[in-house]
T-cell receptor
Framework: DVKVTQSSRYLVKRTGEKVFLECVQD?????MFWYRQDPGLGLRLIYF???????EKGDIPEGYSVSREKKERFSLILESASTNQTSMYLC???????????FGPGTRLTVT | GQNIDQPTEMTATEGAIVQINCTYQ??????LFWYQQHAGEAPTFLSY????GLEEKGRFSSFLSRSKGYSYLLLKELQMKDSASYLC???????????FGTGTKLQVIP
């Protein structure tokens, strides 16, 4: 079974802090994704990566950056956390373009 | 861009059959995914249609008409655990990102 893990299920940070969310997949997938999900808005893509050291902006990249130094790991960085970044963050991976995405359990981030 | 149209909410009775419709307009099209998402959990993959017609997988079936920009998900013998949101997700091809809408929230009642 594909397994996608995220570093924390729940996280509370203060405004202005730098926040790192880690995602690891164990199936040698090429593609990895970061989404956020807010009530009534569905999943919105922040960034995705289709190869090591490659990244592409999604729909809402502002205030975020990403890092993919190893194939299995994709990190989301909030440079200076703000209250409007309070959300559920979901990481996903897929084998190649057009394949189904496998999601991690999510990190519920609260910024106070 | 992409435009996806699904009902926001549906209610159905345990043991019944329900059909969740989806129409889409995309610039390019390669296939369509359906995902299930229980409240508070991550989405899980249900089906992928690339050709016209019906794909059956146990109690769940998915239909696609490429010419009409139309798909539906059919759930048979509904169970309480089928209460979830169902997301219709077109894929336009290549390294284009997929767009997840808000989906259809299905409530199964006794």
């Amino acid at each position: 079974d594909v397994k996608v893990t995220q570093s924390s299920r729940y996280l509370v940070k203060r405004t202005g802090e730098k926040v790192f969310l880690e995602c690891v997949q164990d199936m040698d997938h090429e593609n990895m994704f970061w989404y956020r999900q807010d009530p009534g808005l569905g999943l919105r893509l922040i960034y995705f990566s289709y190869d090591v050291k490659m990244k592409e902006k999604g729909d809402i990249p502002e205030g975020y950056s990403v890092s993919r130094e190893k194939k299995e790991r994709f990190s989301l960085i909030l440079e200076s956390a703000s209250t409007n970044q309070t959300s559920m963050y979901l990481c996903a991976s897929s084998s190649s373009q057009g394949d189904e995405q496998y999601f991690g359990p999510g990190t519920r981030l609260t910024v106070t | 861009g992409q435009n996806i149209d699904q009902p926001t909410e549906m209610t159905a009775t345990e043991g019944a059959i329900v059909q969740i419709n989806c129409t889409y307009q995309t610039s390019g099209f390669n296939g369509l995914f359906w995902y299930q998402q229980h409240a508070g959990e991550a989405p899980t993959f249900l089906s992928y249609n690339v050709l016209d017609g019906l794909e059956e997988k146990g109690r769940f079936s998915s239909f696609l008409s490429r010419s009409k920009g139309y798909s539906y998900l059919l759930l048979k013998e509904l169970q309480m655990k089928d209460s979830a949101s169902y997301l219709c997700v077109p894929w336009v091809g290549g390294y284009q990102k997929v767009t997840f809408g808000t989906g259809t929230k299905l409530q199964v009642i006794p």
